[in-house]
């Protein structure tokens, strides 16, 4: 049997009456590399928030590496410590440095020594290029380098799953490809679970096992891309395809 | 390959002094009158203040009636008269332990000021300070005569109950403002009254509720010092009004914040103190500095239930039959004393808004 490393069973969530999310099930693999993409509203990131707990679920349940999401404070920083997120607009703490921003979740969460948390942080400026960056604040990079950087403070906690929640959609047309290539590198490397919520189709036939079309809070349809892509089963996902594939 | 074309100097026109003065004074007739007329009201009025303050002043009489003869200001008077002002009933011949407490006082805040010293050093620094004022203050020991704080006034009064009414209200506020916050309902409800009843209430009657109406609640026989009600008095309101000016710098940081510190599974006192708060405090420095300067004058009102304050003990100076009528000389004396430090405030805030600066944008 192979590991489900993220279990969602049967998820329901409301927003006062609006009812959100219908009844997901899903169930991703360890390692495995999924898209989400559909139209706005559709609760794509809705969902994928439920899986680090920065939105409550209301019916159903969430199972994250064995530990299930419940009001238990214990798990969820139990699955918080296990799960990385990057978020559209980046999130860094802007009064602090870009070193800083790496090292204080490994520092005060993970407790390792200061040393320890600063050697794994420049490691990762490396990987996503912008080691020179490390001594200035967030507001001094471009929106590229902010998200580079978002990456690698996700990465410094040395999740076992990323969650990306439209890591591209705030960047500048120039800057979408250097997050990307990130990205790719990331997901071509293996090991690490991914969950994109992206429009980026080329990223998504690129990496992706399995994309996942959502609409009006259900899944609609889940195939791997080259099926996906060629192949829409759903009228709704042709009808979304044809309108951002031009 | 083609270069960029060569960036030009701005026209002359639009800069040098010409330009600024017509710019900024002569910009439309409505400015040029603003103008004309704040140089004729400074034209008025500077020369004749210049006259009393320092031409016909006298700076050395050795009486009332030979200091008013000149016409001019009685700078004499201060003195005569700045000990009482400056210590109020304090022993005289023990003033110098006020004046030390004083310096002491001082030299700990501005200390505080510089952010190399933001670290636990600045604990023993103040529980140290703390226990110095007091001994120098009070005495009782070391061959100090003791001097009961009834007796305690002026400059270091003024300093004593402000600086510690600020330094332990502002913990106490932003635990306010945190917990008005609050997801919890019963802490919640609390901090929201506590902040809405003291802010309904003068701090005169605060003042008065903590001298007269605290000791009849009081079991017989037990009492507290009629200073220290006075200070946890003015503790309690000041911390009121902060936990509003947080609470508007706490709304001011965008949800993508806390979101962050989430995800990186940050507890709720690491998010606050690394991530929320050095933000909020940041933005809300103006407010808060205009809040800490309002308790800095606020303290005067202590007069009222007989603390003599800077204020106080300056009306008693004047109260000097030999020494009458000089209200003027001695009120813009101590407007300068309450100046120097509510400016040097001021300034200090503006300087670390400008340090604290990390060109974030959004």
Same mark, same amino acid.
């Given at each position: 049997m192979v590991a489900q490393i993220i279990e969602l069973q049967s998820v329901n969530k409301w927003y006062g009456e609006f009812h959100v999310l219908r009844n997901i099930n899903l169930s991703v693999k360890k390692g495995e590399r999924i898209v989400v993409c559909g139209p706005s509203g559709s609760g794509k990131s809705t969902m994928i928030r439920c899986i680090n707990r920065l939105e409550e679920h209301q019916k159903g349940h969430i199972i994250v590496d064995g530990t299930e999401l419940t009001n238990d404070l214990k798990n969820i920083d139990a699955i918080r410590r296990e799960v990385g997120m990057v978020f559209q607009h980046f999130? &860094?703490?802007?009064? &602090?440095?870009v070193l800083e921003n790496l090292t204080i979740g490994p520092i005060w969460v993970l407790k390792k020594p200061k040393a320890e948390a600063e050697a794994t942080a420049m490691k990762y400026l490396n990987r996503v290029r912008i080691p020179e960056q490390a001594s200035k604040y967030p507001g001094q990079l471009s929106g590229g380098q902010q998200q580079r950087v978002a990456i690698a403070r996700s990465l410094c906690m040395n999740p076992k799953i990323m969650l990306f929640d439209e890591p591209t959609s705030a960047l500048d047309p120039e800057m979408v490809k250097e997050v990307l290539d990130v990205m790719v590198g990331l997901a071509e490397e293996g090991g690490m679970t991914m969950i994109c919520v992206t429009h980026e189709m080329g990223f998504a036939r690129k990496v992706a096992d399995r994309v996942i079309f959502m609409d009006r809070g259900e899944i609609i349809e889940q195939n791997t891309p080259e099926e996906f892509f060629s192949n829409p089963q759903n009228e709704r996902t042709q009808l979304f395809l044809s309108q951002i594939l031009h | 390959m083609t270069t960029a074309t060569e960036s030009l100097p701005p026209p002359t026109s639009t800069t040098g002094p010409i330009a600024w003065v017509r710019e900024r004074l002569f910009s439309s007739p409505l400015n040029a009158i603003l103008t004309i007329l704040s140089v004729w009201l400074l034209l008025m009025s500077l020369p004749p203040f210049i006259e009393w303050a320092l031409i016909k002043a006298n700076f050395t009489a050795a009486t009332s009636q030979e200091c008013r003869a000149g016409g001019g200001a009685c700078w004499a008077f201060i003195g005569v008269k700045y000990r009482l002002m400056l210590f109020g009933l304090y022993p005289y011949d023990e003033q110098w332990r006020p004046l030390l407490a004083t310096i002491i006082l001082i030299a700990m805040i501005i200390v505080s000021t510089i952010p190399r010293f933001w670290t636990v050093i600045l604990l023993p620094i103040w529980v140290g300070g703390l226990i110095l004022v007091s001994v120098l203050m009070w005495g009782g020991i070391l061959g100090l005569k003791y001097v009961e704080d009834t007796l305690w006034g002026g400059l270091p009064l003024t300093l004593i109950l402000s600086t510690f009414g600020i330094a332990i209200a502002f913990p106490f506020g932003v635990a306010l403002a945190l917990g008005r916050r609050s997801k919890m309902p019963a802490i919640k409800t609390l901090c929201v009254l506590y902040i809405e009843l003291i802010r309904g209430v003068p701090l005169i009657s605060m003042l008065f509720m903590s001298s007269v109406m605290l000791p009849l609640f009081l079991p017989e026989g037990f009492s507290i010092d009629k200073l220290l009600r006075a200070q946890i008095a003015i503790i309690l309101f000041a911390a009121a009004y902060l936990a509003e000016v947080v609470r508007g710098g706490l709304q001011a940081i965008p949800k993508g914040q806390y979101e962050g510190a989430d995800s990186l599974g940050l507890s709720y006192g690491q998010k606050m103190g690394f991530i929320i708060l050095p933000q909020a405090l940041k933005v809300v420095i103006p407010p808060l500095v205009s809040l800490f300067i309002a308790v800095f004058k606020d303290t005067s009102l202590v007069v009222i239930i007989g603390i003599y304050d800077l204020m106080q003990s300056t009306k008693v100076a004047l109260t000097d039959p030999a020494w009458r009528g000089f209200s003027i000389e001695a009120y813009i004396f101590v407007s300068m004393i309450y100046f120097v430090f509510c400016y040097s405030m001021s300034k200090y805030s503006q300087n670390l808004e400008k340090r604290l600066a990390t060109g974030h944008k959004r």
């Open positions: 999130n &860094l703490f802007p009064h &602090l440095t | -």
